[in-house]
């Protein structure tokens, strides 16, 4: 899966692109979502330095606990351990945008594999998705 810190950065270059990016000023319901998940004031400083073309800014103004709080990040097992979480709490459905070190199909995967706690092999691919070299 991805590390921590280094899925921490590209998680606030995406939190900051939808607060900013993603509506006008007066309209953006990414914005509004934040303020009420309780980071109003966060969410407005973020989209004013994006507005402002202020992108590094706007990214920096993003807390680890707004990134926290809409992505999942880490080895397998933390993230089994956040999707289960959210299914306790009654969420019954997620959108997954997967990225991987290596970000080819072998290791992408293998990451789902692991996510779901299965054996590559056992989704059907018998080289566990590993292609023979041409």
């Not at 956040?82 to 990451?111: D, F, M, S």
């Amino acid at each position: 899966m991805v590390a921590p810190a280094s899925g921490t950065v590209k998680g606030g270059r995406v939190v900051a692109l939808y607060l900013g990016g993603m509506g006008s000023r007066q309209r953006n319901y990414y914005t509004e979502l934040f303020g009420r998940y309780g980071f109003a004031e966060e969410a407005r400083r973020v989209q004013e330095r994006y507005l402002e073309r202020r992108v590094d800014e706007a990214m920096a103004a993003v807390t680890d606990e707004m990134i926290d709080l809409v992505t999942i990040i880490g080895p397998a097992p933390e993230c089994r351990r956040r999707l289960a979480e959210l299914e306790r709490l009654g969420v019954a459905e997620v959108a997954i945008g997967l990225q991987v070190p290596g970000g080819g199909a072998p290791e992408t995967l293998q990451a789902l594999a692991d996510l779901a706690a299965v054996d590559a092999t056992a989704c059907g691919f018998p080289d566990g998705g590993r292609r023979a070299a041409p």
